[in-house]
């Protein structure tokens, strides 16, 4: 088995060669047909968040993520093998089926993910994460439920689901309530392309993109924002007010630094909603008093449960929503997918398929 991983942060990735794993108890074998190079990954890859005002980074050894690893929370598999204790458990699915990977496991025992809710466990094991992804040519996952068959939908564009997808499906169900006005989304990368289709999908009026790439502003465009705004421009603020024609209620920040929060909280009205989820780092803006004199929930969110994921899937096969745009690249340049992300130069998603 060929994989590449993280042996150090900021360092290249490694090729490693392994006999391919055999699945023991209810764990499931799977060959990766893709893995998606998440923003996330460029985070377990530098070692850390910025948390701003001066405080030191918050590690990911200090979050209990252990090198070496491989990394890839973005994975659809074709199933090759059941262990022992999984084939009684496989809910309809078989060998050649090919599924998408759900990675936001949890301890699997306490209230939280006996409810449903693994992603929000306090003893997080998210693959790709805490234990080894998909930047490799097969993998296991432990346990058949978190295997979501595709019944069809193409692996290199599905990958994403698994995390830009899910994520930005759960951030949308944040502000249903003001989907009868334009919402305002930040970043037009993978999640705000994402973002945008999944918007649509559900109903809602449609978005006002800001971003400071203006070929992301146009890729927003092309995927049918109702108007883009340039984040770092001067009058960005009155740029937002005169295209929204009316009140912005709901604001979902997909980037998460000082600028962008700062500006997603000034163009809410009264009673709006900020929902960020972001990690790019930085410490937060707000004058304290605004926040009751503006009555603004600020909430995060973090990725989706895999109930959610399931929706996300259904509702992508039902409504037929178009892909966002993706870079197919094999497995070897694992390496250059993380650096063109980290510069800036990939539009949508880079995919790697092995």
């Known amino acids: 088995m060929k994989s590449f991983q993280v042996t150090d942060f900021n360092a290249p990735l490694q090729e490693v060669d392994r006999p391919t794993p055999q699945p023991s108890g209810t764990q499931v074998?799977?060959?990766?047909k893709a893995a998606g190079v998440c923003h996330s990954?460029?985070?377990i890859w530098e070692g850390g968040y910025d948390l701003g005002h001066g405080r030191k980074p918050l590690s990911l050894r200090d979050r209990g993520v252990s090198l070496p690893r491989t990394m890839g929370h973005e994975t659809v598999g074709e199933v090759l093998a059941f262990g022992p204790d999984a084939k009684s458990e496989t809910g309809?699915?078989?060998v050649g089926d090919v599924a998408l990977v759900y990675p936001w496991l949890g301890c699997g025992k306490c209230e939280t993910c006996l409810a449903g809710d693994e992603n929000m466990c306090l003893k997080p094991n998210s693959i790709g994460v805490y234990c080894d992804g998909g930047y490799a040519d097969h993998m296991t996952v432990p346990h058949p439920r978190y295997l979501l068959n595709l019944n069809g939908l193409d692996p290199v564009t599905a990958a994403p689901y698994a995390c830009s997808g899910v994520t930005t499906y759960s951030a949308l169900k944040k502000v249903e309530a003001s989907f009868h006005t334009p919402i305002?989304?930040?970043?037009?990368g993978g999640l705000g392309l994402m973002a945008l289709s999944l918007l649509k999908a559900m109903g809602g009026k449609g978005a006002?993109?800001?971003?400071?790439?203006?070929?992301?502003?146009?890729?927003?465009?092309a995927a049918g924002a109702l108007a883009t705004v340039d984040g770092g421009a001067p009058d960005a603020l009155e740029q937002l007010a005169q295209k929204a024609g009316g009140p912005i209620r709901a604001v979902i920040d997909l980037v998460g630094n000082a600028k962008t929060t700062q500006l997603g909280f000034d163009c809410l009205t009264k009673g709006g909603k900020l929902v960020i989820?972001?990690?790019f780092g930085g410490g937060a803006p707000w004058a304290l008093p605004l926040i009751p004199i503006k009555a603004i929930t600020i909430q995060g969110s973090y990725v989706g449960n895999l109930r959610e994921t399931q929706e996300l899937l259904d509702l992508v096969r039902s409504r037929k929503i178009a892909p966002i745009p993706v870079t197919p690249m094999p497995l070897a340049r694992a390496n250059e997918a993380l650096v063109d992300l980290q510069q800036g130069r990939l539009v949508g998603r880079a995919v790697l398929t092995p």
């Open 29 to 32: 074998l799977i060959k990766v």
């Open 41 to 43: 990954d460029l985070h």
């Open 92 to 94: 309809g699915l078989k």
């Open 208 to 221: 006002i993109v800001v971003d400071i790439d203006a070929r992301k502003r146009e890729a927003a465009e």
């Open 277 to 279: 989820v972001g990690l």
């Open 184 to 188: 305002v989304i930040f970043g037009a």
